[in-house]
């Protein structure tokens, strides 16, 4: 009866280690599917007259807005994540949990850029905020804005705006499509 017993704890645990191997591509993909939307979208950053094109997973629950990057052990130099704000508002970032550098930057809602945190320390607890409302939050690899020359005078767009062809309807409700205004 002993064995009996052990054997579904064993299967557990062996299961658990397993499920903790899972990659960061499987992830997303896991989490793109389970929502029925794209595992990532096309966002463009103008700066100094070239756009820089990004595709980068959406978080758009509180679950997926609270989770971020954290545990991630990379980050594609043209991959990220966006966090759009709807409706706008203040928000702000840590990086308790996440274990790589990161670029935030700050999106007003006329697609310009209130704040680029460039570089944010892993693990730290301080909190990053523009302090004013946002459209929404972008994260990039720690020092790929300044590698790309990216500055507060940059330009942010995503979904069908930033790429025009649409592969499917799941992109209309995840449109930044901003009038430009600098």
């Not at 939307?37 to 966002?43: G, H, K, S």
């Not at 702000?92 to 996440?98: A, L, R």
């Not at 302090?131 to 990216?150: F, T, W």
Request: glycine share 6%; net charge neutral; charged share 20%.
């Amino acid at each position: 009866m002993r064995l009996s017993f052990l054997a579904p704890l064993i299967l557990l645990a062996a299961c658990s280690a397993t499920a903790d191997k899972q990659d960061n591509a499987n992830s997303a993909a896991a989490t793109a599917t389970s929502t029925a939307r794209p595992a990532t979208i096309p966002l463009i950053i103008t700066a100094n007259g070239k756009a820089h094109r990004f595709d980068v997973e959406i978080a758009l629950t509180k679950e997926e807005q609270a989770k971020g990057l954290m545990f991630r052990k990379s980050l594609s130099p043209d991959g990220g994540m966006v966090f759009p704000m709807s409706p706008p508002r203040t928000a702000s970032f840590w990086m308790e949990n996440t274990f790589i550098p990161l670029d935030m930057i700050f999106v007003r809602t006329d697609g310009t850029i209130a704040l680029l945190a460039a570089n944010t320390k892993p693990y730290s607890r301080e909190p990053v905020s523009a302090g004013v409302p946002v459209a929404g939050i972008v994260e990039l690899a720690g020092g790929r804005a300044a590698e790309l020359g990216i500055d507060d005078k940059a330009t942010v767009q995503w979904g069908n705006c930033a790429a025009p062809a649409r592969p499917d309807e799941a992109w209309d409700s995840l449109n930044f499509c901003p009038a430009n205004g600098r």
